[in-house]
């Protein structure tokens, strides 16, 4: 068993940080100008064009040496070691609400309504126009 170090294989980072984003190929090849075929291919791909590689980590929202680093290790290490006060907050049971979530559906409710009541206005107004 060999210890050398295995080649970075920038399309399969490219394809996993994809589907970390949860982007599809079809909207990572829309986003740079290309088609789902041409993103297949890239991903299938050990090299991948530099001009390419920077597009392509302008769409996913990364910097090249995070496509270039990637590593499954990495990403779940940081998961695991992630802390958001807002979940300790809600965890440690003090977290108050500071709105009635009622209210907010009241809130939506009425704004439906009025959108109808103006969709009705607008019917009508066409209909005596004719």
């Known amino acids: 068993?060999?210890?050398?170090?295995?080649?970075?294989?920038?399309?399969?980072?490219?394809?996993?940080?994809?589907e970390l984003r949860g982007m599809k190929q079809e909207?990572?090849?829309?986003?740079?100008g290309s088609n789902q075929q041409a993103i297949s291919g890239i991903e299938g791909s050990e090299e991948v064009d530099t001009k390419k590689?920077?597009?392509?980590?302008?769409?996913l929202g990364v910097t090249v040496e995070?496509?270039?680093n990637f590593s499954e290790e990495?990403?779940?290490?940081?998961?695991n070691t992630y802390y958001d006060?807002?979940?300790?907050?809600?965890?440690?049971?003090?977290y108050n609400c500071t709105f009635n979530p009622l209210d907010k559906v009241v809130e939506?409710?009425?704004r439906l309504v009025q959108v109808e009541k103006e969709k009705v206005e607008f019917i009508e107004k066409l209909y005596k126009g004719k």
């Open 85 to 94: 006060t807002k979940d300790s907050v809600i965890n440690a049971g003090n």
């Open 1 to 18: 068993m060999s210890t050398a170090a295995k080649p970075k294989h920038i399309g399969r980072n490219i394809s996993r940080i994809r």
């Open 66 to 68: 995070a496509i270039e």
């Open 53 to 59: 590689l920077i597009e392509i980590a302008k769409a």
């Open 74 to 79: 990495s990403v779940f290490n940081y998961f």
């Open 108 to 110: 939506l409710y009425e």
């Open 27 to 32: 909207a990572l090849a829309q986003a740079i």
